[in-house]
């Protein structure tokens, strides 16, 4: 009969009796380290030091609801379109930066007083528990229970009002912002919205639009184009004369406006209906399309200039530019919109026509 070693019978092997795999067979034996000796907390020894340590808790409670009512500040009273100018970023939403500082501050709070709860004031005992089989025991399912219904006593939280009243406080309160995100900031369908975009004109204090031809700039120089700075190959970031310098609503517009544009030679162009209008509706070679996919408004940026097929970097919609921009992969369902363009007394390139259908995605029904 041979014999077998313990882990061939699954005998369970006494720590200080192993071996090291891949020593070559030779045990290596080793003594079982136990645990360092215990170092009660200056919370376990002194009641004034618990009380401090309660303060410390309490104030980094105390910072998650100062947190969430910036949230609230600025949610209700800070216009999103308010800009700030942040080093490395730019202009960006004032609105944005205390949102996700509160929301930070709100969260951070929480999560550091309770680590500081649970290392300061939470039982301090180590304990060694040996491996057994899966299922407890009834004994140490009782004590399991009990331990759990002792758990707010042992814990303190009982004992601590200040610091039960301001976690309260803090929990309580940082379920408004979740709230607010999940059922106020849902905003209107974008359906009408997406059909009028600042290439239709000027708009006046009574909201109307007055048909206006706007010159095509670059972004974010801010400069105007002409056809002969356009070469074969080329491709320009456009935004509509005068929206750089809008006070308000400037991003909400530019989301919409921004174009993307570029020269083929006239003979690329198919010769299909899309291909055909794509070439009437620019100017020598010169296209312009909308830079918001069709499929759920990421900017197209990448123009491949020897297939003239333009790609969204979200989802690998591509579009021929050759054929009025029509969808030849991806999830898109429609081509990108066309902004009919043309040049001024100066030769400055200028938009002829505004959009003729909404950019973006078509995931509402558009002709409603
Ligand atoms: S947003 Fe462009 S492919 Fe999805």
Same mark, same amino acid.
């Given at each position: 009969?041979?014999?077998?070693?313990?882990?061939?019978?699954?005998?369970?092997?006494?720590?200080?009796?192993?071996?090291?795999?891949?020593?070559?067979?030779?045990?290596?034996?080793?003594?079982?380290?136990?645990?360092?000796?215990?170092?009660?907390? &200056?919370?376990?020894?002194?009641?004034?030091?618990?009380?401090?340590?309660?303060?410390?808790?309490?104030?980094?409670?105390?910072?998650?609801?100062?947190?969430?009512?910036?949230?609230?500040?600025?949610?209700?009273?800070?216009?999103?379109?308010?800009?700030?100018?942040?080093?490395?970023?730019?202009?960006?939403?004032?609105?944005?930066?205390?949102?996700?500082?509160?929301?930070?501050?709100?969260?951070?709070?929480?999560?550091?007083?309770?680590?500081?709860?649970?290392?300061?004031?939470?039982?301090?005992? #180590?304990?060694?528990?040996?491996?057994?089989?899966?299922?407890?025991?009834?004994? &140490?399912?009782?004590?399991?229970?009990?331990?759990?219904?002792?758990? &707010?006593?042992?814990?303190?939280?009982?004992?601590?009002?200040?610091?039960?009243?301001?976690?309260?406080?803090?929990?309580?309160?940082?379920?408004?912002?979740?709230?607010?995100?999940?059922?106020?900031?849902?905003?209107?369908?974008?359906?009408?919205?997406?059909?009028?975009?600042?290439?239709?004109?000027?708009?006046?204090?009574?909201?109307?639009?007055?048909?206006?031809?706007?010159?095509?700039?670059?972004?974010?120089?801010?400069?105007?184009?002409?056809? #002969?700075?356009?070469?074969?190959?080329?491709?320009?970031?456009?935004?509509? #004369?005068?929206?750089?310098?809008? #006070?308000?609503?400037?991003?909400?517009?530019?989301?919409?406006?921004?174009?993307?544009?570029?020269?083929?030679?006239?003979?690329?162009?198919?010769?299909?209906?899309?291909?055909?209008?794509?070439?009437?509706?620019?100017?020598?070679?010169?296209?312009?399309?909308?830079?918001?996919?069709?499929?759920?408004?990421?900017?197209?940026?990448?123009?491949?200039?020897?297939?003239?097929?333009?790609?969204?970097?979200?989802?690998?919609?591509?579009?021929?530019?050759?054929?009025?921009?029509?969808?030849?992969?991806?999830?898109?369902?429609?081509?990108?919109?066309?902004?009919?363009?043309?040049?001024?007394?100066?030769?400055?390139?200028?938009?002829?026509?505004?959009?003729?259908?909404?950019?973006?995605?078509?995931?509402?029904?558009?002709?409603?």
């Amino acid at each position: 009969m041979s014999e077998h070693s313990p882990h061939e019978t699954g005998t369970p092997v006494p720590l200080d009796q192993g071996h090291v795999e891949g020593t070559g067979g030779i045990p290596e034996r080793f003594a079982n380290p136990g645990l360092p000796p215990h170092v009660p907390r &200056a919370s376990d020894l002194s009641e004034a030091a618990a009380d401090r340590a309660e303060k410390q808790v309490a104030g980094l409670f105390t910072l998650s609801i100062l947190g969430t009512l910036l949230f609230l500040v600025a949610y209700f009273m800070v216009d999103v379109q308010t800009l700030t100018f942040v080093p490395g970023l730019g202009d960006v939403s004032l609105s944005n930066i205390l949102l996700g500082l509160g929301l930070s501050l709100g969260l951070l709070g929480i999560g550091l007083g309770a680590v500081h709860w649970a290392k300061t004031l939470m039982p301090d005992e #180590e304990s060694v528990e040996m491996r057994h089989p899966m299922r407890s025991s009834d004994e &140490a399912r009782e004590e399991f229970v009990a331990t759990m219904a002792g758990g &707010a006593e042992s814990s303190q939280i009982t004992r601590r009002p200040l610091m039960k009243a301001t976690l309260g406080g803090a929990l309580g309160l940082f379920s408004l912002p979740l709230l607010l995100q999940l059922v106020g900031s849902l905003g209107p369908l974008p359906k009408n919205d997406l059909s009028v975009t600042y290439w239709n004109g000027k708009k006046g204090e009574d909201g109307h639009w007055t048909a206006h031809k706007w010159r095509l700039v670059r972004d974010p120089e801010n400069t105007p184009v002409k056809a #002969e700075d356009v070469t074969i190959g080329s491709v320009f970031h456009i935004l509509p #004369e005068g929206l750089l310098d809008m #006070e308000h609503h400037r991003l909400e517009e530019k989301g919409k406006a921004a174009v993307l544009l570029m020269r083929l030679n006239p003979d690329d162009f198919q010769d299909t209906p899309g291909g055909r209008k794509a070439r009437d509706w620019g100017y020598q070679g010169i296209v312009a399309y909308s830079k918001i996919c069709t499929h759920v408004g990421c900017p197209v940026g990448l123009y491949e200039q020897t297939t003239h097929h333009l790609l969204c970097p979200c989802h690998q919609s591509t579009f021929d530019v050759t054929d009025d921009c029509k969808v030849i992969f991806g999830p898109a369902k429609r081509p990108l919109p066309q902004l009919k363009i043309t040049v001024d007394d100066e030769g400055y390139l200028i938009a002829d026509q505004p959009f003729q259908e909404p950019v973006g995605p078509s995931f509402w029904e558009r002709e409603s």
